[in-house]
């Protein structure tokens, strides 16, 4: 199993607070991606890293914000928690050189804003 | 823009029976890939097949397989010997590197239920 980890697992949190995800991986894979899932939408782009300090948007960004400062972890940060931001979150690697462009995902954590 | 598309929200098998999943997705690119991922109650997700699209060949992997059809731009799945284990939900994905970059869309998945 590609080693990836998220934490936390589970968090609950109050609307209009900051929660910030945290993706650690350890295969130094260059890309790095955030993804929610919701019933009925499957998993949607929030925001990917293709290196250090460099990311860019997905299809909902929208109060999302991302940092990576090392290869290594990548961080998802929603700067005032809402209850439309109850979803199970998901981080993703991929890395140019493995020719089977294959994408290892990391467990999930299931946030709910109240 | 490209998309993917899983038509059947549900769907279920008896056990030892063949089922296919389609998904369909629309692009104008000529290269890319396709994915299965499975997702178990544990919520990984595994990757279950992969085919990329200037294979003519149909992959295969043990018990599961695909349907290619680039011209129609389906790619279906078919699990043949239905297993128990193989109840989970199931995303179809795309992947295309002409923009120069290694952007993933997933469809919305299909919830397989294997009745015992």
């Known amino acids: 199993d590609a080693g990836i980890t998220q934490s936390p697992r589970h968090k609950v949190t109050e609307t209009g607070t900051p929660v910030t995800l945290r993706c650690h991986q350890t295969?130094?894979?260059?890309?790095m991606y955030w993804y929610r899932q919701d019933p009925g939408h499957g998993l949607r782009l929030i925001h990917y890293s293709y290196g250090v300090k460099d990311t860019d948007k997905g299809e909902v960004s929208d109060g999302y914000s991302v940092s990576r400062s090392k290869t290594e972890d990548f961080l998802l940060t929603l700067e005032s928690a809402t209850s439309s931001q109850t979803s199970v979150y998901f981080c993703a690697i991929s890395d140019p050189s493995d020719s089977y462009n294959e994408q290892f995902f990391g467990p999930g954590t299931r946030l709910t804003v109240l | 823009a490209q998309t993917v598309t899983q038509s059947q929200p549900e769907m279920s098998v008896q056990e030892a029976e063949t089922v296919t999943l389609s998904c369909t997705y629309d692009?104008?690119?000529?290269?890319?890939?396709l994915f299965w991922y499975k997702q178990p109650p544990s919520r990984q997700m595994i990757l279950v097949i992969r085919q990329e699209a200037y294979k003519q060949q149909n992959a295969t992997e043990n018990r599961f397989s695909v349907n290619f059809q680039k011209a129609a731009k389906s790619f279906s799945l078919k699990i043949s010997d239905s297993q128990l284990g193989d109840t989970a939900m199931y995303f179809c994905a795309f992947m295309t590197l002409a923009s120069g970059t290694y952007k993933y869309i997933f469809g919305t998945g299909t919830r397989l239920k294997v009745l015992a």
């Open positions: 295969e130094n894979h260059r890309y």
């Open positions: 692009t104008s690119e000529n290269n890319y890939y």
